[in-house]
């Protein structure tokens, strides 16, 4: 299952060229994630409640070429594997279908003690479709 995600560029996305600055692309797959797991129904602020948070681990970014003011981009969000502990998605920037950023993201679970911990089995059923 593939999330989509669209995003347009602001001009505060950009720097002085009018080019995105590369912070920027993982605010954009922040918010992609972030609206993936909410349209899964993993109410995270219920976890939060519980005494449990996502947390990134690890992100492999390739910058493939830049995204300027006023593009259209879309976020594409598909779940490579889930373990007990850790969630790893790959996520694509797109512009008219072509890819112009590509990110490997490890997420964890964490207890309010900062500690990694097991995902909750409702959770790894959502994801797991």
């Not at 990134?56 to 969000?77: G, H, M, P, Q």
Request: charge should be neutral; proline fraction near 3%; include cysteine.
């Amino acid at each position: 299952m593939t999330h989509r995600f669209p995003i347009r560029v602001y001009y505060e996305d950009t720097d002085m060229g009018g080019i995105v600055y590369h912070a920027n692309y993982l605010r954009y797959i922040e918010r992609a994630r972030s609206d993936w797991v909410r349209q899964l129904g993993n109410d995270q602020n219920a976890m939060r409640d519980a005494g449990l948070v996502w947390v990134v681990r690890r992100i492999e970014a390739d910058y493939i070429t830049t995204a300027k003011f006023e593009d259209e981009l879309e976020v594409e969000t598909t779940l490579r594997s889930i373990s007990g502990v850790r969630l790893v998605m790959d996520q694509v920037v797109k512009r008219d279908g072509t890819p112009i950023f590509t990110a490997a993201v490890t997420a964890v679970c964490m207890n309010t003690e900062g500690r990694p911990v097991r995902l909750p089995a409702e959770i790894r059923a959502l994801m797991q479709g």
